[in-house]
C-alpha cells in the first residue's frame, strides 16, 4: 500500500516562505512521476510543479516559475517543495501526488495515489 504524507503547511504573511514535505511509505513499481498540486476554496485542483523519479526532470506551473522548487530526497522517501515570496492567492490546500508516466503533469486525472493535503495559509 502506498502512502503520502504531508506536513510543512502553516500561516505566513504575503511574500513568505514555506517547504512542504511528502513522506511516501514505499514507491510502487508503477510510480514514475510526483506531483503538488493546490485546491483552493471554490477552484479547481490545480498543478503546481511534478518531477520525474528517474531523469529529476521537473516541470512548473507558470505562476511558481522562479519562486517554487520542487526535489526528491531520496535517501528519506520524501517529496518536498520550498515555496517563497507566497501571495495571498496561494492559499490553499497543498496535496502531494503520484503517478505514471503518461498524460499531462498537471492533471489530477493521471494521478493514482494521494495525500490528505496540508493547509497553506497566506495573510495579506
Known amino acids: 500500500q502506498v502512502q503520502l504524507v504531508e506536513s510543512g503547511g502553516g500561516s505566513v504573511q504575503t511574500g513568505g516562505s514555506l517547504r512542504l514535505s511528502c513522506v511516501v511509505s514505499r514507491y510502487a513499481p508503477s510510480i514514475a512521476r510526483m506531483a503538488w498540486f493546490r485546491q483552493a476554496p471554490g477552484k479547481e485542483r490545480e498543478g503546481v510543479a511534478s518531477?520525474?523519479?528517474?531523469?529529476?526532470?521537473?516541470t512548473y506551473a507558470d505562476s511558481a516559475k522562479g519562486r517554487f522548487t520542487i526535489s526528491q530526497d531520496t535517501a528519506n522517501n520524501t517529496l518536498l517543495l520550498q515555496m517563497n515570496s507566497l501571495p495571498p492567492e496561494e492559499t490553499g490546500v497543498y496535496l502531494c501526488?503520484?503517478?505514471?508516466?503518461?498524460?499531462?503533469?498537471?492533471?489530477?486525472?493521471?494521478?493514482?495515489?494521494w495525500g490528505q493535503g496540508t493547509r497553506v495559509t497566506v495573510s495579506s
Open positions: 501526488a503520484a503517478g505514471g508516466l503518461s498524460g499531462d503533469w498537471a492533471a489530477p486525472l493521471y494521478y493514482h495515489y
Open positions: 518531477i520525474f523519479l528517474h531523469t529529476k526532470e521537473t
